[in-house]
């Protein structure tokens, strides 16, 4: 009689318990409405991987660190040597830069012959390039020649759009207008998405600048970081811009604060390529 009474209150306390909890409901699983697909761009002048610190030295490792740490996708370099006598005459620095940062891809844009090789600006892209150019920007004679590289990034998802990549004239502020009058001539009619970045060797409200302002949209409108010099840097000369708040959203911009690499301070944005 015992062990029928405790079986039976076994029972009951068990269903007792059962019955108290809440029944198991389904996970619904609804799919993420996702508004568009996130772009990392980073903008370098890279000092041809000359720390300032250390003249006559050239340290890949430092800027390749840089490339890897901001979590880049796609790099706009600036001041890149390839094979040079002054970085190495059997270095091809584009290339190398690429390899050691995990970038598969790459497209070197020559300005001038120097030292025995070349010397201008990379794009370096974890996605492929294509349909790449170099285009030659206004240059007084007896100054720098420099270019504006372009290429076609195309995605995993089958989306496309086009990287351009520019280091404007330093030495006055009409040769860097003319340039910036260019590359906005150059772009007219543009319908692809467009990501702009470069060394642009003039402030914000300075006239090259807010004629690029006219065609393009910056990741930083006010109060931008400066990025040069690296040691209380004053002046905010490293851009990156777009097409259209059509094509893309700002999701971030900051300055990386490394001061050793080289003599500017890289920026890197993330934007979001709207669909």
Do not use: W
């Not at 059997?90 to 120097?114: H, Q, R, T, V, W």
């Not at 920007?137 to 998802?157: C, F, N």
């Not at 840097?233 to 080289?262: G, L």
């Amino acid at each position: 009689m015992h062990k029928f009474l405790l079986l039976l209150s076994l029972f009951f306390g068990i269903s007792s318990c059962a019955n108290s909890e809440e029944p198991t409901k389904p996970v619904l699983q609804y799919p993420v409405a996702l508004e568009g697909r996130p772009i990392k761009v980073l903008s370098y002048n890279i000092h041809h991987c000359n720390p300032p610190s250390r003249p006559d030295f050239i340290d890949l490792e430092a800027i390749s660190r840089v490339i890897v740490e901001s979590g880049a996708e796609i790099v706009g370099l600036q001041e890149v040597d390839v094979f040079t006598s002054r970085s190495g005459s059997d270095l091809d620095m584009a290339k190398e830069l690429a390899e050691m940062s995990g970038m598969p891809f790459y497209y070197f844009s020559k300005g001038i012959d120097y030292k025995g090789g070349e010397y201008g600006t990379a794009i370096l892209s974890k996605f492929p390039l294509s349909e790449t150019a170099t285009i030659l920007l206004p240059a007084e004679e007896g100054t720098e020649q420099r270019t504006i590289s372009i290429a076609t990034v195309s995605l995993e998802d089958g989306t496309s759009y086009k990287f351009a990549n520019t280091h404007l004239d330093y030495s006055s502020a009409s040769k860097a207008l003319s340039q910036a009058e260019r590359i906005v001539d150059y772009f007219e009619g543009e319908k692809s998405p467009l990501i702009l970045v470069g060394d642009f060797n003039s402030t914000p409200n300075s006239t090259p600048i807010l004629k690029l302002d006219g065609r393009f949209t910056r990741t930083c409108k006010n109060d931008c970081a400066p990025t040069i010099p690296v040691i209380n840097p004053n002046k905010t000369i490293d851009f990156i811009m777009f097409s259209s708040e059509k094509d893309f959203k700002v999701e971030s911009h900051r300055v990386i604060q490394e001061t050793y690499a080289s003599d500017h301070l890289p920026v890197v944005a993330e934007l979001i390529l709207l669909k």
